[in-house]
């Protein structure tokens, strides 16, 4: 076995981020060859993902990052198996490098996209490997979207203090001017943070799935059947409509003052700062 020198394995580990004895070993194993040694550790990350497949990734971090104009933002989950590992400076650095990625990924969603998106020469699957063989847990990418504004307007995010969960909002207002007004900024961030509170179905009721709707007339036929037959649709009518208020973004009362809904509060915000404005599109990540 061929003696590896001191400044090999200290240089094979500023460049992999491993232990000295994982990079000793890697080393010794290649006969003292760095670019194998490299490969060597990528193959460790990439046999633990394939030992840890069927476990569960239960934990991780919501990453979200937009634009300096604003006219753009990503989001995705970085998960992994505990919280003890969400914690280590491997999965931290980790998620840090997936803001560039994320960015960078010119795919709207796929999480295969983002995994396949390089930069400065690697793919954003290489990171994880590398994360993987750090920390000896399975770690992957949960969710991907990324939104991308083509009208005057805003996009506001929000990221829970626990880093658990992540809201977009794609947000059109009549004027540049109302979407940089700061009270309206102000409204878009507390909408964001009512929808990673509340999680919404929708942001109104077309957007609620046929086979949901069936299901709730379902439930609430089955709640009224004892009553009178004249008046049974109109008892489900009224429930449902109840289902479609709690349920919608729109339509909901907005978390800080649940008497105003939401859409009236957004519609007066940008009133006040000279123009209109609408919700176009919401992306809610959480993880656990």
């Known amino acids: 076995m061929a003696e590896i020198a001191p400044a090999l394995v200290v240089k094979l580990?500023?460049?992999s981020?491993?232990?000295?004895?994982?990079c000793k070993k890697a080393l010794e194993e290649c006969n003292g060859n760095?670019?194998?040694?490299m490969t060597s550790l990528r193959k460790k990350g990439l046999a633990t993902l394939a030992k840890r497949a069927d476990k569960e990734t239960t934990e991780g971090k919501v990453i979200c990052i937009a634009s300096p104009d604003g006219k753009e933002a990503a989001m995705a989950t970085l998960c992994c198996e505990t919280d003890f590992v969400a914690k280590t400076d491997a999965f931290i650095a980790t998620a840090d490098a997936m803001k560039d990625y994320l960015l960078a990924c010119k795919a709207a969603d796929g999480i295969e996209n983002l995994l396949n998106t390089a930069k400065n020469g690697k793919k954003f699957s290489e990171i994880i490997t590398e994360c993987v063989s750090k920390t000896g847990e399975k770690t992957e990418v949960g969710n991907f979207a990324k939104l991308t504004l083509k009208s005057t307007g805003s996009i506001a995010t929000y990221v829970h203090f626990n880093g658990k969960i992540g809201v977009m909002i794609e947000l059109e207002t009549s004027t540049q001017a109302v979407a940089d007004n700061e009270q309206f900024k102000l409204i878009a961030k507390d909408i964001a943070m009512h929808i990673a509170a509340i999680n919404p179905l929708s942001l109104d009721k077309s957007g609620i799935s046929a086979d949901v709707i069936e299901r709730e007339r379902a439930i609430a036929a089955d709640q009224v059947k004892d009553k009178p037959a004249n008046i049974i649709e109109k008892i489900i009518d009224g429930k449902m409509n109840k289902f479609f208020a709690e349920n919608c973004l729109l339509s909901q009362g907005f978390v800080k003052d649940e008497k105003i809904q939401v859409e009236k509060?957004?519609?007066?915000?940008?009133?006040?700062?000279?123009?209109?404005?609408?919700?176009k599109s919401f992306v809610r990540f959480a993880i656990g």
């Not at 981020?17 to 994982?22: A, F, N, S, V």
């Not at 760095?34 to 040694?37: I, R, S, V």
């Not at 509060?265 to 919700?279: E, F, H, N, Q």
């Open 17 to 22: 981020g491993q232990g000295m004895m994982d």
């Open 13 to 15: 580990r500023k460049m």
């Open 34 to 37: 760095l670019d194998e040694a």
């Open 265 to 279: 509060i957004l519609a007066d915000t940008a009133k006040t700062a000279g123009g209109t404005a609408k919700i």
